[in-house]
């Protein structure tokens, strides 16, 4: 996989039939500075080259949407914009196009549990436009998640 930070991407991967670019890149750019600042926050590795938000490339097939994340020792935070492509035959875009915003924290039970949905926030947009401020909005909402959150009420009931 290939990953292509959001600021040397084409928007076009995402929305095709974009016309006008400027207010969408504006608010992506918007989002992609929340989420660095999520990745700061958390003090873990980020999972991406420059720590916002990129495009992913499997077999020269670009991702028709965003993603972002990081990960630290007590939490593991993603946010996405784009469409649910089923696999790598499925060629569709948005509309609509889903935004979601994720955090996830490690399990008492190590290695044998992936870990634990704690919080998370997601909606669907009909215009990139309105999808790209819903990535604002999802971005700072875990924005705030992660500078007012009490880590301890993060911790999940141990599965069996
Ligand atoms: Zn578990």
């Known amino acids: 996989m290939v990953s292509i930070p959001l600021a040397a991407g084409d928007l076009r991967w995402a929305f095709p039939e974009l016309a006008d670019e400027g207010a969408v890149r504006a608010a992506l750019l918007e989002a992609d500075e929340q989420f660095r600042a999520v990745t700061a926050l958390l003090r873990g590795p980020t999972g991406r080259p420059d720590g916002g938000f990129c495009f992913d490339q499997v077999d020269g097939i670009v991702s028709a949407g965003v993603t972002a994340f990081a990960e630290a020792a007590d939490a593991t935070v993603i946010a996405w914009l784009g469409f649910p492509r089923r696999c790598g035959w499925d060629l569709r875009w948005g509309p609509p196009w889903q935004v979601s915003a994720e955090i996830e924290v490690p399990c008492?039970?190590?290695?044998?549990?992936?870990?634990h949905l704690v919080a998370d926030l997601t909606d669907s947009y009909l215009t990139p436009l309105a999808a790209a401020r819903g990535l604002v909005t999802a971005t700072g909402w875990l924005l705030g998640q992660i500078a007012d959150g009490d880590r301890e009420s993060w911790r999940p009931e141990p599965c069996d």
């Open 108 to 115: 008492d039970r190590g290695d044998d549990c992936a870990g």
